[in-house]
Nanobody
Framework: QVQLVESGGNLVQAGGSLRLSCAAS????????MGWFRQGPGKERELVAT???????NYADSVKGRFTISRDNAKSTVHLQMNNLKPEDTAVYYC?????????????WGQGTQVTVSS
């Protein structure tokens, strides 16, 4: 099992910055990709950014150039630096970790952290 705990969500004005953190515990040695997803009011959960164990990253078009994902494998943490925040970034942000057990891929989720951007 893998447990994920997010932190760093807050209320911020448009144009401001926030840094989200996610700490993984449990069977962390077998985690492959990690990432951040978000779910805004009345919307489906969507990918924000992902990072492989080797550091390759992928971003949603809506956050490219504003958000940066990073990872510390030794500490089993993943971070999301969010700059130039916009009201449309308002959402609950969820940390995700993928773990292979044999040929089966398991997805793990944190409890979420609220980010609210005021205009």
């Amino acid at each position: 099992q893998v447990q994920l705990v997010e932190s760093g969500g807050n209320l911020v004005q448009a144009g401001g910055s926030l840094r989200l953190s996610c700490a993984a515990s449990g069977s962390v040695f077998s985690i492959s990709d990690m990432g951040w997803f978000r779910q805004g009011p009345g919307k489906e959960r969507e990918l924000v950014a992902t990072i492989t164990r080797g550091g390759n990253t992928n971003y949603a078009d809506s956050v490219k150039g504003r958000f940066t994902i990073s990872r510390d494998n030794a500490k089993s943490t993943v971070h999301l630096q969010m700059n130039n925040l916009k009201p449309e970034d308002t959402a609950v942000y969820y940390c995700n970790a993928d773990r292979w057990i044999g040929a089966t891929l398991y997805h793990y989720w944190g409890q979420g952290t609220q980010v609210t951007v005021s205009s």
